[in-house]
């Protein structure tokens, strides 16, 4: 229990790109739903509500993390955004790649290199609130690692090049998990760390936004384009004849379009 904080509110409205007028508007009506009591969660939805009445793309950042986690059961499509993301540092990237180990082989979620670095990239992906990753989860990770970098050091096509582990959540990690990946030289991102460089922060300076964040979709419409491969708006948007095999009213279509062009920027 804590005591409700408007301009914590406040903050992350003007971080999802609300202007100071659709803040003060959902700051009034959500005082005559106050009480004490109310769960973050609640606020949260009521919020969210309020802010899709007056703008879908702003009430769509808002929902960001919710949106990340529609993304499951399966962990595939997070790794697609993952690799969307670390495409955007700097490095050609695969998804779901087979990688043979110095004892065993190994599925990577995600393999990326420059001409500098090769990289490789696991994903943890929860699709609820209030679990964190915890230490089991870089030593299991390290481990693995360090078997793939003996087999790619005795590659010579690999030579002059430097070895990196990463491990990239969408939730938070537990104390312990960031004590030992930064010890063990683990590069760790989660929702919310590292500060600039965090999961939240990439995927809103790159604009890349998966489906599920549009306000538009009802949740079959989004499983009918994560199972076709369209996790990201800007997939998309250069795919826009996909949206008729989620809707047929050609209104509609056009709308699901315009919120995706705001989402990503291109107003």
């Given amino acids: 229990m804590e005591y409700f904080s408007w301009e914590k509110l406040h903050n992350s409205l003007t971080r ?14 959500l005082k005559y739903h106050m009480f004490s009591g109310m769960t973050t969660g609640h606020i949260y939805k009521l919020a969210f509500k309020i802010l899709r009445k007056l703008k879908q793309s702003v009430a769509a950042r808002y929902g960001l993390r919710k949106a990340i986690m529609e993304l499951g059961p399966s962990g595939h499509p997070f790794e697609q955004l993952v690799g ?12 779901g790649q087979i990688i043979q180990g110095h004892c065993v082989s190994h599925e990577i979620d995600v393999l990326a290199r420059n001409t500098k670095e090769l990289i490789m990239v696991e994903c943890k992906f929860y699709n609820s609130q209030g ?3 915890n230490v ?10 360090h078997d793939v970098k003996k087999n790619w050091e005795k590659e010579t096509s690999n030579q002059g090049l430097k070895f990196s582990g990463w491990v990239v959540t969408n939730t938070r990690f537990t104390n312990d998990a960031i004590d030992y990946g930064t010890c063990a030289g683990l590069n760790l991102i989660s929702w919310d760390y590292p500060r600039g460089g965090s999961l939240k922060e990439m995927v809103e300076n790159y604009a890349l936004y998966p489906v599920t964040a549009l306000t538009g979709l009802t949740k079959k419409q989004k499983e009918t384009l994560i199972e076709n491969d369209v ?16 809707e047929t009213d050609k209104r509609k279509q056009l709308k699901i379009l315009k919120e995706a062009d705001d989402l990503c920027g291109n107003a």
């Fill in 231 to 246: 996790v990201l708006c800007k997939q998309l948007l250069l795919q826009p004849d996909v949206v008729g095999k989620i």
């Fill in 136 to 145: 089991q989860v870089p030593l299991y990770i390290n481990s693995r690692f």
């Fill in 131 to 133: 679990k964190n990753c």
């Fill in 84 to 95: 969307a993301v670390i495409k955007e540092l700097g490095y050609h990237t695969q998804v």
């Fill in 16 to 29: 999802a790109g609300a202007d100071q007028d659709s803040i003060a508007k959902v700051s009034e009506e």
